[in-house]
């Protein structure tokens, strides 16, 4: 399949777990097509574009070591999704890998994953911190970037500082988090 029908089939995905799960399958089963993915997503004017973060997410919660290959491209492009719909699944992808990293530190992608990797992720995520996101960017990058927290001193109290000032502003959900994680700053403290 080339890029052109690729960018076709994405104009079926829709909301539905069922759509983006068919899609997400199709590329695990066609590897080749994780890079055209990703070119699609990194055009980031496009609304399709959002549709390849969605299937993109998908294929990382089913076979995060499918992206392993496409890691310099993903950690070069986050920072230029901006839509909401494309920003959540990037986000949610970025704490996928992040996960890996420390839920299994031998796994592939902890080999795979490079500090270039890891600085990328985390400036995207503190991007999400503080710039005007919806809650869901926002909670994935908190998760990433207390994880990250553990092997660069400097992001526990960067992450502690936003999240206080934040809390009052921000809704229930982001607040539940919020308190989780910096319970979890300053236990470790």
């Not at 660069?152 to 229930?172: M, V």
Request: glycine letters at 2%; one cysteine or more.
């Amino acid at each position: 399949m080339t890029k052109a029908q690729l960018y076709k089939e994405l104009n079926y995905v829709n909301h539905s777990r069922e759509k983006r799960l068919y899609y997400a399958n199709l590329v695990i089963s066609n590897p080749e097509l994780v890079s055209p993915l990703l070119e699609i997503l990194f055009e980031v004017d496009d609304k399709i574009s959002c549709r390849a973060a969605w299937v993109l997410e998908f294929m990382c919660s089913q076979s995060i070591p499918h992206i392993i290959p496409h890691l310099d491209t993903f950690a070069q492009g986050i920072h230029k999704v901006h839509l909401d719909s494309a920003v959540r699944p990037v986000a949610k992808i970025c704490e996928y890998l992040v996960k890996a990293i420390y839920d299994t530190p031998k796994s592939v992608i902890a080999l795979q994953i490079t500090e270039v990797h890891k600085e990328k992720i985390i400036e995207a995520c503190f991007d999400w911190m503080i710039n005007d996101e919806k809650v869901a960017p926002k909670a994935y990058a908190m998760q990433s970037l207390y994880l990250l927290g553990q092997d660069y001193d400097w992001i526990h109290p960067e992450l502690a500082l936003i999240l206080e000032r934040d809390f009052p502003i921000q809704s229930a959900g982001y607040k539940a988090r919020a308190r989780s994680i910096l319970k979890k700053i300053k236990t470790k403290a």
